[in-house]
C-alpha cells in the first residue's frame, strides 16, 4: 500500500560539479509503501548502496551535536556495560569516526565498518581502526575470525540504509557475541507520521521503523529487544537494544511504553498511515507560499546545510535559486558544488556575514542547537534563523526564530 509518493528525484546525498551543469540527471521514484503484513514502511527501488557510499559527501563530524550525542552514548554504554581493554566494540557504517574515536580514548577495542573509501582514510587518520566495506555475511565472518565476536555492536544510522534487510540483520548477528549486546539507532516512524517528516524520506533509507516492525525485523535473525529509549533531540531518535533471544531478558517498561504510544497513534494498523500524504501537501504548499512571500517583499533568502533531508526538501517542493539564493555547509568538501536536482550553489558559511541575507532557511532542522549557536550573530542585522520540519501542525506555515 502507498502511503506517501513523493515524485522522482535525484540522489539525495548527490552534489553536481560546475562541470556537470549541463549534463542530464538520473531521477529516481520517491515513493513510501507499507506492508500490511508486517507493518514496515519501506522505500519502492531503493538505490543499491554501492550506488551512493563509494565517495560519500557526509561527514559527521561537522556536526557538533551529533559528536556530543556520540560521546554521551560512549561514556555511558560503556558504564552500563562494563566495557574494558578486554572487550571489543564494532560499528557499522562508523563514517568518520566520530563515535569510536571516544572509545578509542576509553581503553577499549575497536573497529569501525565503513563502506565510504574516503571517510573511511578520516577516521583512520584520527587513530580509529576501520576497515572498508559493506557489511554482509562475509564481511561479518572476517572481521569475527580476527578480532572475536564483539561485546556490543552499534548500528546508528544503517539499519534503514539496507535492501536486504534480513541479510543485513543476520550479519549483524554473526558480529555479535553469545551474550552481546546491539544498539541501534533509527528514525521513528511514529515522529515521521505524528510530524509529517517528509524531508526525513530520502534514496539511501530503505525502511521506516516503528518499535514494533524492528522487533519483527530482528526476530528472523535470532535477536530479541530488550530495551527502547525515545532520544530527547528534534529528529525523533529511536534507540533500540538487542540481544540474542536465547539470553534476552523480558522487554523493558520502557519498550512496552513505545509500544503503546505507537499503539495509540494508530501506527498498528495500516490505517494509521494514511494520514500522511494530504499533510505532506499541505507542509509544502506552506513553504512555497512563506518563499513567495519573502520573494514578493525582495527578502534575501539563502540556506543552510546541504543535507540528504534539505535534498528532499527542495526537490519535492521545486525550490530553485530563484526562492533560495544559495545554501552554506561547513564542509569544505561541498563547497563550489551544486545541490542534485535544483542545481543551487554551496558556499561557504562566511559568505552569510558578508551578504548579511535576511533569513537563513535551515535545512536541517534537526541541528537547532548547532545552527543557533553558529548562526547567532545573524541578529547583528536584524536576520532571522528560519525552521520549518519541527512544527507538529502542518496548518502553520513556518517557524520563525531571530537567534
Same mark, same amino acid.
Given at each position: 500500500?502507498?502511503?506517501?509518493?513523493?515524485?522522482?528525484?535525484?540522489?539525495?546525498?548527490?552534489?553536481?560539479?560546475?562541470?556537470?551543469?549541463?549534463?542530464?540527471?538520473?531521477?529516481?521514484?520517491?515513493?513510501?509503501?507499507?506492508?500490511? %503484513?508486517?507493518?514496515?514502511?519501506?522505500?519502492?527501488?531503493?538505490?543499491?548502496?554501492?550506488?551512493?557510499?563509494?565517495?560519500?559527501?557526509?561527514?559527521?563530524?561537522?556536526? %557538533?551535536?551529533?559528536?556530543?550525542?556520540?560521546?554521551?552514548?560512549?561514556?555511558?554504554?560503556?558504564?552500563?556495560?562494563?566495557?574494558?581493554?578486554?572487550?571489543?566494540?564494532?560499528?557499522?557504517?562508523?563514517?568518520?569516526?566520530?563515535?569510536?574515536?571516544?572509545?578509542?580514548?576509553?581503553?577499549?577495542?575497536?573497529?569501525?565498518?565503513?563502506?565510504?573509501?574516503?571517510?573511511?582514510?578520516?577516521?583512520?587518520?584520527?587513530?580509529?581502526?576501520?576497515?572498508?566495506?559493506?557489511?554482509?555475511?562475509?564481511?561479518?565472518?572476517?572481521?569475527?575470525?580476527?578480532?572475536?565476536?564483539? %561485546?556490543?555492536?552499534?548500528?546508528?544510522?544503517?539499519?534503514?540504509?539496507?535492501?536486504?534487510?534480513?541479510?543485513?540483520?543476520?550479519?549483524?548477528?554473526?558480529?555479535?557475541?553469545?551474550?552481546?549486546?546491539?544498539?541501534?539507532?533509527?528514525?521513528?516512524?511514529?515522529?515521521?507520521?505524528?510530524?509529517?517528516?517528509?524531508?526525513?524520506?530520502?534514496?539511501?533509507?530503505?525502511?521506516?521503523?516503528?518499535?514494533?516492525?524492528?522487533?519483527?525485523?530482528?526476530?528472523?535473525?535470532?535477536?530479541?529487544?530488550? %530495551?527502547?529509549?525515545?532520544?530527547?533531540?528534534?529528529?525523533?531518535?529511536?534507540?533500540?537494544?538487542?540481544?540474542?533471544?536465547?539470553?534476552?531478558?523480558?522487554?523493558?517498561?520502557?519498550?512496552?511504553?513505545?509500544?503503546?504510544?505507537?499503539?495509540?497513534?494508530?501506527?498498528?494498523?495500516?490505517?494509521?498511515?494514511?494520514?500522511?500524504?494530504?499533510?505532506?501537501?499541505?507542509?509544502?504548499?506552506?513553504?512555497?507560499?512563506?518563499?513567495?512571500?519573502?520573494?514578493?517583499?525582495?527578502?534575501?533568502?539563502?540556506?543552510?546545510?546541504?543535507?540528504?533531508?534539505?535534498?528532499?526538501?527542495?526537490?519535492?517542493?521545486?525550490?530553485?535559486?530563484?526562492?533560495?539564493?544559495?545554501?552554506?555547509?561547513?564542509?569544505?568538501?561541498?563547497?563550489?558544488?551544486?545541490?542534485?536536482?535544483?542545481?543551487?550553489?554551496?558556499?561557504?558559511?562566511?559568505?552569510?556575514?558578508?551578504?548579511?541575507?535576511?533569513?537563513?532557511?535551515?535545512?536541517?532542522?534537526?541541528?537547532?542547537?548547532?545552527?543557533?549557536?553558529?548562526?547567532?550573530?545573524?541578529?547583528?542585522?536584524?536576520?532571522?534563523?528560519?525552521?520549518?520540519?519541527?512544527?507538529?501542525?502542518?496548518?502553520?506555515?513556518?517557524?520563525?526564530?531571530?537567534?
Amino acid at each position: 500500500m502507498t502511503v506517501l509518493d513523493l515524485g522522482a528525484t535525484p540522489p539525495s546525498e548527490k552534489l553536481l560539479a560546475p562541470g556537470d551543469l549541463d549534463l542530464p540527471e538520473p531521477t529516481f521514484p520517491l515513493r513510501v509503501r507499507l506492508c500490511e %503484513d508486517c507493518l514496515l514502511l519501506q522505500l519502492v527501488g531503493s538505490i543499491m548502496p554501492e550506488d551512493t557510499v563509494s565517495e560519500y559527501p557526509y561527514f559527521s563530524s561537522f556536526s %557538533d551535536t551529533r559528536v556530543q550525542h556520540a560521546k554521551a552514548f560512549v561514556r555511558d554504554t560503556v558504564k552500563r556495560l562494563g566495557l574494558s581493554k578486554k572487550s571489543f566494540v564494532g560499528e557499522v557504517a562508523s563514517n568518520d569516526g566520530y563515535l569510536l574515536q571516544h572509545v578509542v580514548a576509553a581503553g577499549v577495542p575497536c573497529l569501525g565498518i565503513e563502506p565510504s573509501v574516503n571517510v573511511g582514510v578520516t577516521a583512520r587518520e584520527r587513530g580509529v581502526p576501520t576497515v572498508s566495506g559493506l557489511l554482509d555475511e562475509q564481511l561479518a565472518r572476517s572481521v569475527r575470525a580476527e578480532h572475536g565476536p564483539a %561485546d556490543l555492536v552499534v548500528a546508528n544510522k544503517v539499519y534503514a540504509r539496507t535492501p536486504d534487510l534480513q541479510g543485513f540483520t543476520r550479519s549483524l548477528r554473526v558480529l555479535l557475541a553469545d551474550d552481546g549486546w546491539l544498539s541501534i539507532e533509527v528514525h521513528h516512524a511514529l515522529k515521521l507520521v505524528r510530524e509529517v517528516q517528509f524531508d526525513m524520506i530520502d534514496h539511501e533509507h530503505c525502511q521506516y521503523y516503528t518499535l514494533l516492525s524492528a522487533t519483527r525485523a530482528l526476530a528472523t535473525a535470532g535477536l530479541a529487544v530488550v %530495551d527502547a529509549e525515545l532520544l530527547p533531540n528534534q529528529v525523533g531518535t529511536l534507540r533500540i537494544w538487542a540481544r540474542p533471544s536465547r539470553i534476552a531478558a523480558p522487554p523493558s517498561e520502557r519498550v512496552v511504553e513505545v509500544l503503546g504510544l505507537e499503539k495509540a497513534s494508530g501506527l498498528h494498523r495500516a490505517g494509521g498511515y494514511l494520514q500522511l500524504h494530504p499533510r505532506t501537501a499541505a507542509r509544502r504548499q506552506n513553504l512555497l507560499r512563506f518563499l513567495l512571500q519573502c520573494r514578493a517583499e525582495e527578502k534575501r533568502v539563502v540556506g543552510y546545510s546541504t543535507t540528504g533531508m534539505g535534498s528532499t526538501l527542495l526537490n519535492y517542493c521545486g525550490i530553485r535559486s530563484d526562492l533560495l539564493e544559495y545554501i552554506v555547509d561547513r564542509n569544505p568538501y561541498k563547497h563550489g558544488r551544486f545541490t542534485a536536482g535544483m542545481r543551487i550553489p554551496i558556499v561557504n558559511p562566511e559568505r552569510i556575514a558578508k551578504d548579511r541575507p535576511d533569513i537563513v532557511l535551515a535545512l536541517s532542522w534537526d541541528l537547532e542547537d548547532d545552527l543557533s549557536r553558529q548562526l547567532n550573530y545573524i541578529n547583528e542585522w536584524g536576520g532571522q534563523l528560519v525552521f520549518l520540519s519541527t512544527l507538529r501542525s502542518p496548518a502553520i506555515s513556518v517557524l520563525k526564530r531571530t537567534v
